[in-house]
Structures are given as structure tokens and as C-alpha cells.
């Protein structure tokens, strides 16, 4: 069933790519399933190897029961166990009772000590509950407690605790894994290539006439840059000013339909997420509806309707909200992005990485050298960083089960709708999303918005900006008061880079630095911040 893995990265990942290539002709195999989580597995994404596992669960239920797709996943169970075999007469209780024996404890094998690796303890935990003690080793489960319980200590940092007066509900899910542009991703595009800056700066066009992306160098954030020593430029992309740009004057309306909200939906506008309240105050609006399944309420005609050309009909009568710990409601969020990404590629028949909201985002992924980086068998990560966030929850189940609710196949659309693509999806989300709490201080609604999101961030901004449905920039009429070393007016030069602020820049520095290193990926070393953090050591 465990496929032995090759010797080199490049080795394995031709494993991989061979295994990728045969999904669309397989998708109900278990032993494919199988074969791919252990791929990923021996290439040290063990996320990735938990999504094939689970997926392998799944098709043994469908296998054994009379599921949505439970002819396919028998027909598949039994020509894999022909092969294996080689009996060309067996019969169908004898392949029920493989996949549910042999299958099922490979399945479990992998899925288990996997979402240890990654930290989802709680669901870890669930799927060890599960296993029929008659399936596998008692060594083996003793094992893999072993190695959770350990975990669970690290994470409540202590090594006397109870763990038994511990409820399984209470344990943590969240890990991380890692943030990276995958070898085989080859959907996302070289964004400094003239035919991306021609795509991005026709989208600008509409939204900002006069700005412009291009290419900046921006400094790379760690220990020594925080100091200001030894600061190493790389290149991204940022706005620019096209043109000669007043004080005041407004230069950016941009609206988007990857939005999220997390609370009730009569809040706020389904579509571009303005409070609907706001809406009829200051408009005098009446709040619309989807004719068809009057959950959704929209701001708009022009919502309702974008929204209805472009994702709302994968989504319709379905229910996404899900009941969440208070400290995991930032999380949802992103997750809510993730289900309106699925829904406006499903709705606009397109590869979700392929959507104009998405294709163009930097996933802020770690830009290692992976031949260099990367050390095959030294541990689950194969000693690459792990960066973003991962839960069985958020990166697995919720998305699949989301998908089945809105009829998409899980296992013929694995190559539109896989771990590593919600982790892809994730990576760009949490870097570039806008946030918005509520009046209980929860955070309450988010949205991406593609071209304001290019905007690079200082401690002393030439542009602000505001969020309500639409994102609006405008010229700061006045700067920050600090000593600069070149004095500077208001308004933009043709030419200037826009800065936006990614945190209150009424905050002393160190907690300004603090809040923004989340979208920074570090601290931030504009020469504000450098300067005043030079003079508050003084
Ligand atoms: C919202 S994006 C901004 C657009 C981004 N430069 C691009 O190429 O798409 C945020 C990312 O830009 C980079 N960034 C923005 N402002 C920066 C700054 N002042 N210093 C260093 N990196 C910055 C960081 O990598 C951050 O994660």
C-alpha cells in the first residue's frame, strides 16, 4: 500500500507530479488516495498528506455504504484490489472488507501521526477515538497518544498536568505548516512579466486612473533590518502615481466580491459587505434579497446583481455558518474568503488560483531555495519554515464539506479543489485581507480588495484610506509630525510610491511595529520607525 519513496527532492516530486497527473483518471481510488498523501508525506508537507488520507476515509465509507458516490468508489475499490491481488473472481464482500480493513488502518496511519505533526490536536484526537481497536497494533495506538499527549503538555507548557481532566473539545487544532509557492503550482504568474503589469494596470485603470503598479524593492524584514543594519532589498510589486496628485484629493474606489462576514447576514451586505444599516441611512436604500433562498440580503441592485452573475448561485440555500470558539473567530474569516473564492470559481467556471481577485496576490511565501532548503527524512517539514496557519478544520474538512454542500465533486475536481490550493488560497488571504470588528471587539467582516492590497505600507503614509462597501484612498492632506531627513509636502509627485498604512499610526513605535508585522511578515523599518526607535533608545 506505501508506495517507498524515491531518494531526491527531484525524484520525488516526479513521484508526485506522475501521481497528480493520474487523479483526473482514478479520482474514486483509495489506493491512489493512498499513494498521494504518502507522496506528500516522503516530500514533508504532512497537511497536504492528512487531506489525501482523509479523502481515502471518505472513499472507504462511500466504498462500504450506500453513499453519493458509492458505486464509483466500489467499482475502484475492486479493481485496485484485483490488482493487488490478481484474482480475477472476487467478489464484492471480499473488496468491502479490504478497503474497510487494510485501507482504512493505512488511511488512519497516515492521517493521524500527520495532524499531530501539524498541531490539530482536537481533530487528531477525534480520529484516534475512532479507531477500531480490532484495525490496528496497540503498539502502534499507544504510539500515536504518546506522541499527542506530548504535544498537548508542549502546548499547555507544563508537564504535571491531568490530561485526562482535559475534554478532547478543549484541545488545540491550530499549527502551522508551510507557506510556499509549490513546485508544481503553475498557476501562478511571474507578476513582474509585462503581460501581468499590462493585466494589473488595465484592472488599476478602472479603479485609480492615476496609479500605476509597478515594480519596487522593498526591504526584507528580520532581526538585523529592525535595527537598520544589513538591510537586503527584494523585489515586489507597489502603486505609483501616475501623475501629480493634490492633498485631499481622492485617488482610488475599488469594490470587491471576496468579501466575509462572520455573524448573520442581514448585518451586512452579502456582496461588498457595507453595513446594511449605513446603506439605507445614508442612501436610502431598501435592503434586497436573493429571490431564491432569502438568506442573503444585499446593499444593491448593482450587489444583487454582481452578485448573481458571479458566485451567489453556487451558494444559494446553502448553509455555511458554523458554530466557533470566540478565539477562532479571526480565523472563520478567512475561511469565509475561502468559501467565496469556491463559489465565484465554481459560479464562473474558472481554477479558483485563476480568479482575477486572486491570481495576482503574493502569498508572502518563504522564497527558500528548496534544493538547498529542503532536508528529505530530517523531520515532518522536511527543515522548511512553517509560517501559516493550518487547521484539519479550516484547511481540510470545512472546505470539502462546503463543496460537497454546493454539489461540486470532491474527488473528479481534485485539481481545482485541493489542500495544497486552500493552503495557496489561505497563504494570499492572510496576507492581503482588510479586517473589520464588531461592536463586541470580534472581528466581524473581511474582504480582499486586488488592487488596493498592492499598496505597500509605511509608518509615515502619503495616502489614507477608508472601508465601507468600497475601499476609498485619498491624498493625506497632512503628514505625520516627525523629524524626517528629507522634508516632504503632501500630495503625490508623478512617479512617488503610494504608501498606505497597515496599522494606527497614532501608536508609539514598538506597538506599532507590533501590529503591523503580521501583514509585514516582520518589523516594519520605514524611516519613521527607524528614526524613533533610534531616538527612544537614546
Ligand atoms: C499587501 S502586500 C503589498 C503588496 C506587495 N508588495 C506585492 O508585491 O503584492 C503586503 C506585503 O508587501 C510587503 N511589504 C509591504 N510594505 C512593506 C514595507 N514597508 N517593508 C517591507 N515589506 C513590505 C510585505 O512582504 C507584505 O507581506
Same mark, same amino acid.
Given at each position: 500500500?506505501?508506495?517507498?519513496?524515491?531518494?531526491?527532492?527531484?525524484?520525488?516530486?516526479?513521484?508526485?507530479?506522475?501521481?497528480?497527473?493520474?487523479?483526473?483518471?482514478?479520482?474514486?481510488?483509495?489506493?491512489?488516495?493512498?499513494?498521494?498523501?504518502?507522496?506528500?508525506?516522503?516530500?514533508?508537507?504532512? %497537511?497536504?498528506?492528512?487531506?489525501?488520507?482523509?479523502?481515502?476515509?471518505?472513499?472507504?465509507?462511500?466504498?462500504?455504504?450506500?453513499?453519493?458516490?458509492?458505486?464509483?468508489?466500489?467499482?475502484?475499490?475492486?479493481?485496485?484490489?484485483?490488482?493487488?491481488?490478481?484474482?480475477?473472481?472476487?467478489?464484492?464482500?471480499?473488496?468491502?472488507?479490504?478497503?474497510?480493513?487494510?485501507?482504512?488502518?493505512?488511511?488512519?496511519?497516515?492521517?493521524?501521526?500527520?495532524?499531530?505533526?501539524?498541531?490539530?490536536?482536537?481533530?487528531?484526537?477525534?480520529?484516534?477515538?475512532?479507531?477500531?481497536?480490532?484495525?490496528?497494533?496497540?503498539?502502534?495506538?499507544?504510539?500515536?497518544?504518546?506522541?499527542?499527549?506530548?504535544?498537548?503538555?508542549?502546548?499547555?507548557?507544563?508537564?504535571?498536568?491531568?490530561?485526562?481532566?482535559?475534554?478532547?473539545?478543549?484541545?488545540?487544532?491550530?499549527?502551522?505548516?508551510?507557506?510556499?509557492?509549490?513546485?508544481?503550482?503553475?498557476?501562478?504568474?511571474?507578476?513582474?512579466?509585462?503581460?501581468?503589469?499590462?493585466?494589473?494596470?488595465?484592472?488599476?485603470?478602472?479603479?485609480?486612473?492615476?496609479?500605476?503598479?509597478?515594480?519596487?524593492?522593498?526591504?526584507?524584514?528580520?532581526?538585523?533590518?529592525?535595527?537598520?543594519?544589513?538591510?537586503?532589498?527584494?523585489?515586489?510589486?507597489?502603486?505609483?502615481?501616475?501623475?501629480?496628485?493634490?492633498?485631499?484629493?481622492?485617488?482610488?474606489?475599488?469594490?470587491?466580491?471576496?468579501?466575509?462576514?462572520?455573524?448573520?447576514?442581514?448585518?451586512?451586505?452579502?456582496?461588498?459587505?457595507?453595513?446594511?444599516?449605513?446603506?439605507?441611512?445614508?442612501?436610502?436604500?431598501?435592503?434586497?434579497?436573493?429571490?431564491?433562498?432569502?438568506?442573503?440580503?444585499?446593499?444593491?441592485?448593482?450587489?444583487?446583481?454582481?452578485?448573481?452573475?458571479?458566485?451567489?448561485?453556487?451558494?444559494?440555500?446553502?448553509?455555511?455558518?458554523?458554530?466557533?470558539?470566540?478565539?477562532?473567530?479571526?480565523?472563520?474569516?478567512?475561511?469565509?474568503?475561502?468559501?467565496?473564492?469556491?463559489?465565484?470559481?465554481?459560479?464562473?467556471?474558472?481554477?479558483?488560483?485563476?480568479?482575477?481577485?486572486?491570481?495576482?496576490?503574493?502569498?508572502?511565501?518563504?522564497?527558500?531555495?528548496?534544493?538547498?532548503?529542503?532536508?528529505?527524512?530530517?523531520?515532518?517539514?522536511?527543515?522548511?519554515?512553517?509560517?501559516?496557519?493550518?487547521?484539519?478544520?479550516?484547511?481540510?474538512?470545512?472546505?470539502?464539506?462546503?463543496?460537497?454542500?454546493?454539489?461540486?465533486?470532491?474527488?473528479?475536481?481534485?485539481?481545482?479543489?485541493?489542500?495544497?490550493?486552500?493552503?495557496?488560497?489561505?497563504?494570499?488571504?492572510?496576507?492581503?485581507?482588510?479586517?473589520?470588528?464588531?461592536?463586541?471587539?470580534?472581528?466581524?467582516?473581511?474582504?480582499?480588495?486586488?488592487?488596493?492590497?498592492?499598496?505597500?505600507?509605511?509608518?509615515?503614509?502619503?495616502?489614507?484610506?477608508?472601508?465601507?462597501?468600497?475601499?476609498?484612498?485619498?491624498?493625506?492632506?497632512?503628514?505625520?509630525?516627525?523629524?524626517?531627513?528629507?522634508?516632504?509636502?503632501?500630495?503625490?509627485?508623478?512617479?512617488?510610491?503610494?504608501?498606505?498604512?497597515?496599522? %494606527?499610526?497614532?501608536?508609539?513605535?514598538?506597538?506599532?511595529?507590533?501590529?503591523?508585522?503580521?501583514?509585514?511578515?516582520?518589523?516594519?523599518?520605514?524611516?519613521?520607525?527607524?528614526?524613533?526607535?533610534?531616538?527612544?533608545?537614546?
Amino acid at each position: 500500500m506505501v508506495t517507498v519513496p524515491s531518494h531526491t527532492l527531484q525524484e520525488r516530486l516526479e513521484g508526485l507530479a506522475k501521481l497528480q497527473a493520474g487523479t483526473l483518471d482514478d479520482p474514486y481510488s483509495i489506493t491512489h488516495r493512498l499513494a498521494l498523501a504518502n507522496a506528500y508525506r516522503c516530500l514533508g508537507y504532512p %497537511d497536504l498528506a492528512a487531506g489525501d488520507a482523509y479523502k481515502a476515509l471518505l472513499l472507504v465509507d462511500e466504498c462500504a455504504e450506500e453513499g453519493e458516490f458509492h458505486e464509483e468508489a466500489l467499482e475502484a475499490a475492486t479493481n485496485d484490489y484485483r490488482d493487488r491481488n490478481g484474482s480475477p473472481d472476487e467478489d464484492t464482500e471480499q473488496v468491502v472488507l479490504w478497503a474497510r480493513s487494510s485501507c482504512l488502518k493505512s488511511a488512519y496511519e497516515i492521517l493521524i501521526p500527520c495532524l499531530i505533526q501539524c498541531g490539530s490536536l482536537r481533530s487528531a484526537a477525534g480520529f484516534l477515538k475512532r479507531v477500531p481497536t480490532s484495525l490496528m497494533d496497540e503498539v502502534i495506538l499507544a504510539s500515536y497518544q504518546e506522541s499527542l499527549d506530548s504535544k498537548l503538555r508542549l502546548h499547555l507548557n507544563s508537564q504535571d498536568i491531568d490530561l485526562d481532566s482535559i475534554s478532547i473539545e478543549d484541545y488545540p487544532d491550530k499549527g502551522s505548516v508551510r507557506r510556499e509557492l509549490y513546485p508544481w503550482n503553475n498557476h501562478e504568474p511571474d507578476r513582474f512579466s509585462s503581460d501581468a503589469l499590462r493585466f494589473l494596470n488595465d484592472e488599476m485603470e478602472h479603479v485609480a486612473p492615476k496609479l500605476e503598479v509597478k515594480v519596487a524593492q522593498l526591504p526584507i524584514l528580520n532581526e538585523a533590518s529592525s535595527h537598520g543594519a544589513d538591510v537586503v532589498y527584494v523585489k515586489q510589486l507597489g502603486v505609483f502615481a501616475k501623475e501629480d496628485i493634490s492633498p485631499g484629493e481622492e485617488i482610488l474606489t475599488e469594490k470587491s466580491l471576496l468579501t466575509g462576514i462572520s455573524r448573520l447576514h442581514d448585518f451586512y451586505c452579502d456582496a461588498c459587505s457595507i453595513s446594511l444599516s449605513d446603506a439605507s441611512d445614508d442612501q436610502g436604500f431598501t435592503t434586497l434579497s436573493c429571490e431564491e433562498c432569502e438568506e442573503v440580503f444585499f446593499c444593491s441592485q448593482e450587489c444583487h446583481d454582481l452578485a448573481q452573475d458571479n458566485y451567489h448561485p453556487s451558494l444559494c440555500g446553502v448553509v455555511t455558518e458554523q458554530k466557533v470558539k470566540p478565539s477562532e473567530v479571526a480565523d472563520i474569516l478567512y475561511t469565509r474568503l475561502l468559501i467565496r473564492a469556491m463559489a465565484l470559481a465554481e459560479t464562473q467556471d474558472v481554477h479558483p488560483l485563476e480568479l482575477k481577485e486572486v491570481r495576482y496576490i503574493w502569498g508572502d511565501y518563504h522564497g527558500l531555495d528548496l534544493a538547498e532548503r529542503c532536508k528529505l527524512d530530517s523531520g515532518p517539514f522536511a527543515a522548511v519554515p512553517q509560517t501559516l496557519a493550518f487547521s484539519f478544520e479550516a484547511n481540510i474538512l470545512k472546505p470539502l464539506h462546503i463543496l460537497e454542500k454546493m454539489d461540486v465533486n470532491i474527488y473528479v475536481q481534485s485539481h481545482r479543489y485541493d489542500t495544497w490550493i486552500f493552503n495557496t488560497l489561505y497563504a494570499k488571504f492572510r496576507g492581503t485581507a482588510s479586517g473589520r470588528q464588531g461592536l463586541d471587539g470580534r472581528p466581524e467582516i473581511c474582504a480582499v480588495h486586488p488592487m488596493w492590497c498592492l499598496a505597500n505600507h509605511s509608518c509615515d503614509p502619503n495616502v489614507t484610506w477608508e472601508w465601507n462597501g468600497t475601499i476609498r484612498f485619498w491624498a493625506r492632506e497632512q503628514l505625520v509630525n516627525y523629524e524626517r531627513q528629507v522634508p516632504r509636502q503632501p500630495g503625490l509627485k508623478k512617479g512617488d510610491e503610494v504608501f498606505s498604512h497597515y496599522c %494606527d499610526i497614532r501608536l508609539p513605535v514598538q506597538e506599532r511595529r507590533e501590529w503591523a508585522s503580521g501583514a509585514l511578515g516582520g518589523l516594519c523599518v520605514c524611516p519613521r520607525c527607524v528614526w524613533e526607535d533610534t531616538q527612544r533608545k537614546q
